[in-house]
């Protein structure tokens, strides 16, 4: 059974860095593109960033330079590492597994999300 | 940037037909995804490229496609078909992109 489980979220203070994990199981996270979405409290759901098989990577203009996605193959889990966070970062940050594949991306595999909340 | 238009709300009595409407420009040269969201849930895939139905999706939920606008439908609503949903798409340099979501109440 394909399954993303994400950790890592909690309450930082603005300025501060967190880092989140996916772990995967079911399929092997390097052969596929890997995107985290980010969802603010009564809000919409937005793309924040994708690495790809290859291991090419690519960010929304709201995050690039302060967040960087990552994977370990060992471990078959995904990461995002926040740093600078801002009171605007502040959501549920879900992991998906892409299954465009370079067709155009969507997501069918969705975790539970975990809530990061950048408050003083 | 570019951006994808919902209308913010939809309603519809059970057994009647829901048609949620997502539009944007570069919607003829890009496909169309669609998810539901319930309260406190992940979002999940219902169509995708356009017109295509996961397995698991019930085939009164259907896709299509015209032009600057793409459209989910909904006949013969149901009571669990009440949701956010949300179209998603990329924009002319492949940036993925969501509209802002239709919450679809069902009177």
């Known amino acids: 059974e394909v399954q993303v489980v994400e950790s890592g979220g909690g309450l930082i203070q603005p300025g501060g860095s967190l880092r989140l994990s996916c772990a995967a199981s079911?399929?092997?996270?390097?052969?596929?593109?890997m995107s985290w979405v980010r969802q603010a409290p009564g809000k919409g759901l937005e793309w924040v960033s994708v690495?790809?098989?290859?291991?090419?990577?690519?960010?929304a203009d709201s995050v690039k330079g302060r967040f960087t996605i990552s994977r370990d193959n060992s471990k078959n889990t995904l990461y995002l590492q926040m740093n600078s966070l801002r009171a605007e970062d502040t959501a549920v940050y879900y992991c998906?597994?892409?299954?465009?594949f370079g067709s155009g991306s969507y997501f069918g595999y969705w975790g539970q999300g975990t809530l990061v909340t950048v408050s003083s | 940037s570019y951006e994808l238009t919902q209308p913010p709300s939809v309603s519809v009595s059970p057994g009647q037909t829901a048609r949620i409407t997502c539009s944007g420009d570069?919607?003829?040269?890009?496909?169309a995804y669609w998810y539901q969201q319930k309260p406190g849930q992940a979002p999940i895939l219902v169509i995708y490229?356009?017109?295509q139905r996961p397995s698991g999706i019930p085939e009164r939920l259907s896709g299509s496609s015209s032009g600057t606008t793409v459209t989910l439908t909904i006949s013969g609503v149901q009571a669990e078909d009440e949701a956010d949903y949300y179209c998603?798409?990329?924009?002319?340099?492949?940036?993925?992109?969501f509209g802002g979501g239709t919450k679809l109440t069902v009177l």
């Open positions: 998603q798409s990329a924009d002319n340099s492949g940036t993925v992109v």
């Open positions: 998906a597994r892409d299954l465009g």
């Open positions: 570069a919607l003829p040269k890009q496909y």
């Open positions: 690495i790809y098989s290859g291991g090419s990577t690519y960010y």
């Open positions: 490229k356009d017109d």
């Open positions: 079911g399929f092997t996270v390097s052969r596929n593109y």
